[in-house]
T-cell receptor
Framework: GENVEQHPSTLSVQEGDSAVIKCTYSDSASNYFPWYKQELGKRPQLIIDIRSNVGEKKDQRIAVTLNKTAKHFSLHITETQPEDSAVYFCAASMGGRSNNNDMRFGAGTRLTVKP | DVKVTQSSRYLVKRTGEKVFLECVQDMDHENMFWYRQDPGLGLRLIYFSYDVKMKEKGDIPEGYSVSREKKERFSLILESASTNQTSMYLC????????????FGEGSWLTVV
């Protein structure tokens, strides 16, 4: 089955700096890669996702890049703000007709943005 | 706006007790999930259901069972709680086809003493 590894486990940046979180996956059949943000005491919420037919996707200060050959994908947050502080999870699944029961999550990255 | 509601946010139970964690979603989603969240381990799938009365084991089903008698409701059952089941439990749902957003509940913090 799919195995997703995520690095780093903790990341501390100064407000205004960029933050990068990296994930690798093992199953070359995976083609859907979402990122979830979980604020303290809250539910994980989808912030951005990418499918294997594109290499990069942006949404304001957040971008995700995908390298299918190397089987890794990354989350980039620019101009970080204190409200970006949270735990971020990457995930991978095969998409298509599966029911998402094949989705596997990384261990999470705790991002702290210092004012 | 999709809503996944977990009825109990914080529970403290004794070793050996039977524990029920309830989850309800209001978007008529076919798929429902129970995950366990532990520091350094991320989200691990316990059980999955793709239809009423249907269930599949996830990666860590031992010590757990589930029930889905109605489409909107998915229950996680700990038949005999143990201290190593102290954790945060997240319920989630998603429409039928994959590649869709998974919607999570707020989580249930369970402490077994």
């Amino acid at each position: 089955g799919e195995n997703v590894e995520q690095h780093p486990s903790t990341l501390s940046v100064q407000e205004g700096d960029s933050a990068v979180i990296k994930c690798t996956y093992s199953d070359s059949a995976s083609n859907y890669f979402p990122w979830y943000k979980q604020e303290l005491g809250k539910r994980p919420q989808l912030i951005i996702d990418i499918r294997s037919n594109v290499g990069e996707k942006k949404d304001q200060r957040i971008a995700v890049t995908l390298n299918k050959t190397a089987k890794h994908f990354s989350l980039h947050i620019t101009e970080t703000q204190p409200e970006d502080s949270a735990v971020y999870f990457c995930a991978a699944s095969m998409g298509g007709r599966s029911n998402n029961n094949d989705m596997r999550f990384g261990a999470g990255t705790r991002l702290t943005v210092k004012p | 706006d999709v809503k996944v509601t977990q009825s109990s946010r914080y529970l403290v139970k004794r070793t050996g007790e039977k524990v029920f964690l309830e989850c309800v979603q209001d978007m008529d989603h076919e798929n429902m999930f129970w995950y366990r969240q532990d520091p350094g381990l991320g989200l691990r799938l316990i059980y999955f259901s793709y239809d009423v009365k249907m269930k599949e084991k996830g990666d860590i089903p031992e010590g757990y069972s589930v029930s889905r008698e109605k489409k909107e409701r998915f229950s996680l059952i700990l038949e005999s709680a143990s201290t190593n089941q102290t954790s945060m439990y997240l319920c989630a749902s998603t429409p039928e086809t994959s590649g869709n957003t998974i919607y999570f509940g707020e989580g249930s913090w369970l402490t077994v003493v």
